[in-house]
Every structure is written in C-alpha cells, then in structure tokens.
C-alpha cells in the first residue's frame, strides 16, 4: 500500500466535504451529548474534540467519518487488521519514502504519531472492501468478462523514443539485417520485460500492439499518451516469448479475480456502496444537526447505483 493511495475512499470522497469547525459543537452544554450513534457504539461532542488534536489539520467531517468507519468496520475486521499488522505496514511505508516520509506525511496534514490510526482505518476499510468484492464480484459472468481481455505473461523488448523520428530509424536499424537486431537487443537489454494485461507499467497501446506480435517479430511504431501529462512516447516492441492463453479459463482463475478487483477498488461508487452497506448495518445515525449530511454521498450513490440496476 502506497502512501499516495491512503484514502482509498477518503482522497475522492471528501475532497470536496465542507469545513465544519469544532466551535459548532463546543456549544453544547455537555462534552458527553451525542454527535453519531450506532449499534454498539457512540460518538460523543468530547471523542471529536480528543480525536482533533490528533488530526488538527483535518476538517471536522472528515474526522467524523473516520472515527465512524473506523468504528463499523473494525466490528467485522477488526481481529483482520491487527496492530502487528498495521505497524508493519507503516514500517513498510516509511522505509519506502525514506528521508521524505515526513515531509509527506505533512502534506497530508498527518504526523508520525497520527499516521498508525489512521493506517489502521484504511486497513479497516480496506478489508471490508476485499471482503465485499471477495463474496459477491467473483461471478461467472464477471470472470467470462476478464477474460475475454485478459493475456497472460509475454517477455519483449520495449522500448521508448521521444520522437517519431527516433522511433522510425531505431526500428529501421534493428530490421536492417541479423547484426541490426543483435545490437537493438545489446543496447535495449534492460527493456526486456515480462508483463501481461493487467500490467500497469507498460501503456494499454503498446500491450495491444505487442499481444499480436510473434516470437521475434518487431511492431510498428506504436504512439501512446501519457495519461497525466499528455506527452506522448514512441515504442518499438520485439517479441521474445509470446504466449497463448487456450480455451481453459478456470487455469487463470486468480489472474482473472485480480483484474477484477482492481476494477472494483477505483470504481468509486462501487466503493462508496460497500460503505453504505455497513453504514445501515450497524444503524449510523447523525444526531447533531450540524452534520445531517455527513454520509449523504454514500446513500444517494448507494441509492441510484440500486435503481439503475
């Protein structure tokens, strides 16, 4: 799990949640009245005031839904997600981001010391999301579905020029003649690469192009865009090993739930049902005016993805 990805659902839901601040609360003549309530649980006016100067650069609702998913999902995972585990995840972060993990952790108005509870509820949401997709996507239909996309593992060549122009005479070179490929393939030894279709690294234009390749076999110039910055690259792909995925699908089962679950992992209403479901679970009621809308975004999506079915 990368850092940049924390939030699965918090990155795209909340980002446009307004900024509540606590002075709305602190109102209240007790600390102990209740703010949200749910089967088992509550949270009261005083756990949002504790839970802020944890998080203090986090908006009110946003601390509201945490400390709320956090509450629900640990009910049903929370034997899942243990301590053990989320500091190892959190090791794992930190060792990746190095010097920079703090500085990034900043960026995200979190510190060292808030980041272990709010990884353990991202863990939390995460489990429940696996679970869901776990016991109700691995369907027939959608694994027929994969399938007709999918392509296992080939091993090829590619390699990236920045010009049309450059592509054209690197292709002409390594199709001149047996001494023109051997040094295309001397040059380019560390663009040989294995990968399949559910490949991220390698853009969807060239797995098309090199999927109908044979071994030995060199593509066209193939043009991809980069998605985030609109710059475009010109690849040249040599076949090494192809391969043939045959007629038996049940052989690539767990390759076929992996492409669908990452389906289903950014589809954010998809996303945004699962939670929906465990907020009726447990009976996630919000009591203080203020926040009467905290969790309409889950419901309304949970409700129109029903009616569109």
């Not at 980002?15 to 209740?34: E, H, P, R």
């Not at 929370?78 to 703090?102: A, L, N, P, R």
């Not at 199709?175 to 690294?201: I, L, M």
């Not at 950014?266 to 009467?292: C, G, H, M, P, R």
Request: charged share 25%.
């Amino acid at each position: 799990m990368k850092l940049k990805k924390l939030g699965l659902v918090m990155a795209t839901v909340f980002a446009g949640a307004a900024l509540v601040t606590l002075s709305g609360c602190s109102n209240d003549d007790s600390a102990s009245k209740d703010i949200i309530t749910m089967k088992g649980d509550t949270i009261r006016v005083s756990d949002l005031y504790k839970e802020a100067k944890q998080f203090p650069s986090m908006p009110t609702t946003t601390l509201l839904q945490n400390m709320t998913f956090d509450k629900i999902f640990a009910k049903d995972f929370g034997k899942e997600v243990t301590d053990k585990d989320v500091s190892k995840q959190v090791k794992e972060i930190k060792t990746q981001y190095g010097d920079q993990f703090s500085s990034v952790l900043q960026q995200q108005g979190l510190t060292e010391a808030s980041f272990t509870p709010y990884m353990r509820t991202q863990m939390l949401e995460q489990a429940a999301i696996d679970h869901e997709i776990k016991s109700t996507q691995y369907t027939k239909a959608n694994l027929e579905a994969a399938w007709k996309t999918y392509h296992p593992d080939v091993t090829a060549y590619v390699v990236a020029e920045t010009s049309k122009d450059a592509a054209d005479k690197a292709l002409a070179a390594a199709k001149k003649d047996d001494a023109g490929k051997a040094s295309f393939e001397k040059t380019n030894a560390s663009s040989k690469v294995t990968f399949n279709s559910t490949s991220t690294t390698v853009p969807s234009e060239v797995q098309t192009a090199a999927f109908k390749l044979k071994n030995g076999e060199f593509s066209n110039v193939i043009e991809a865009t980069n998605s985030s910055t609109g710059a475009s690259s010109y690849y040249i792909v040599e076949m090494v090993k192809t391969s043939d995925k045959g007629k038996d699908m049940n052989k690539y089962k767990k390759e076929l739930q992996s492409v669908i679950k990452s389906e289903k992992e950014q589809d954010t209403t998809y996303v945004s049902s699962v939670i929906a479901k465990y907020l009726k679970k447990y009976n996630v009621t919000v009591k203080e005016e203020a926040f009467s809308t905290l969790f309409s975004q889950f419901t309304q999506t949970s409700s129109t993805s029903s009616s569109s079915k």
